[in-house]
């Protein structure tokens, strides 16, 4: 789009607040939309690079604008324009507050519990919101092996609440997993050589109260319930409670279903368009507006 950064923020208030139709938008902008509501004005945010990326952008230019962002670099409260390639690309660092590293972020920041709102990936996902990314099978002799937690299990188990991004198969949709890298609500304890409440395990810890809060995926958005079970929130547009329920590894709680995944509206995908990713590098193609938004865009 040939305009100027001044004119296309002039467009910003200028596109309508109206959900946006079937077929005028794709899977990973609804996605990242999802992911972007997840995040309050208040927070302060640990993103990974790809969708988390993209989500707290648009979330500081739609609905979190006094929202702060760290990535695990040591860049914090940066003003990035447009999305960065990864967590160390110095765009991130456009009029970031400080310029630190790995033992400012967790160190700092995350192990003193500054950190209100994680965005994590992993490989799989339990019932409980346990996360795996080290390994599939017998931990010595596996039939796959990740590269391991990086910040996952950190930042999973100390910040206040943490939104998962992770493509859904009912092969990640487990009961429990091969292994465990990050707890989620339940977890095992080397005392009693049992699974129990994380709640009790982390019992009299600063972090016992920290956790996952949702999981966003290619089919529905997630929650966990009073007992730190994953249930289903809404499903995406397309998808049915079946095909969403057929892609668990065990018997998902649908009793809690608000309805479809509320598409996301013009305004969002203009800002998710032009602002945060027009090269495209996370979201993998850009979609041409309807009619009535591209004469709001032509007569600008």
Request: net charge negative; hydrophobic share 40%.
């Amino acid at each position: 789009m040939s305009k100027s950064m001044e004119e296309l923020m002039e467009l910003v208030d200028k596109m309508p607040d109206e959900r946006a139709k079937p077929g005028e938008f794709i899977l990973p902008e609804l996605m990242a939309i999802a992911v972007a509501h997840e995040v309050r004005d208040d927070d302060i945010v640990f993103a990974g690079t790809g969708l988390p990326m993209v989500g707290i952008m648009a979330a500081n230019l739609l609905n979190a604008p006094h929202a702060l962002l760290i990535y695990e670099s040591g860049i914090c409260d940066g003003k990035t324009m447009h999305v960065p390639m990864s967590v160390a690309d110095q765009r991130a660092a456009y009029m970031s507050s400080t310029l630190g590293g790995l033992v400012d972020t967790f160190g700092y920041y995350l192990q003193q519990g500054y950190i209100t709102l994680g965005f994590l990936g992993g490989a799989a996902i339990d019932k409980y919101g346990g996360v795996n990314v080290t390994s599939i099978g017998d931990y010595y002799a596996p039939a796959h092996r990740f590269t391991g937690s990086g910040g996952n299990a950190d930042i999973g188990s100390m910040a206040g609440r943490t939104t998962y991004i992770i493509l859904q198969e009912k092969r990640r949709f487990l009961e429990r997993n091969d292994y465990t890298t990050t707890p989620g609500w339940w977890c095992w304890d080397f005392k009693t050589r049992e699974w129990k409440p994380k709640k009790e395990v982390w019992k009299n810890t600063p972090f016992a109260n920290c956790g996952p809060a949702s999981v966003v995926t290619n089919m529905a958005v997630y929650r966990f319930d009073e007992n730190g079970i994953i249930y289903l929130d809404t499903n995406h547009p397309g998808v049915s409670v079946g095909q969403v329920s057929e892609n668990c590894g065990f018997d998902l709680n649908v009793e809690r279903l608000k309805g479809e995944t509320p598409p996301p509206t013009y305004k969002e995908l203009f800002v998710l368009r032009e602002f945060v990713d027009p090269e495209l590098i996370f979201l993998p193609q850009k979609m041409e507006y309807p009619p009535a938004i591209q004469s709001i865009i032509d007569s600008h």
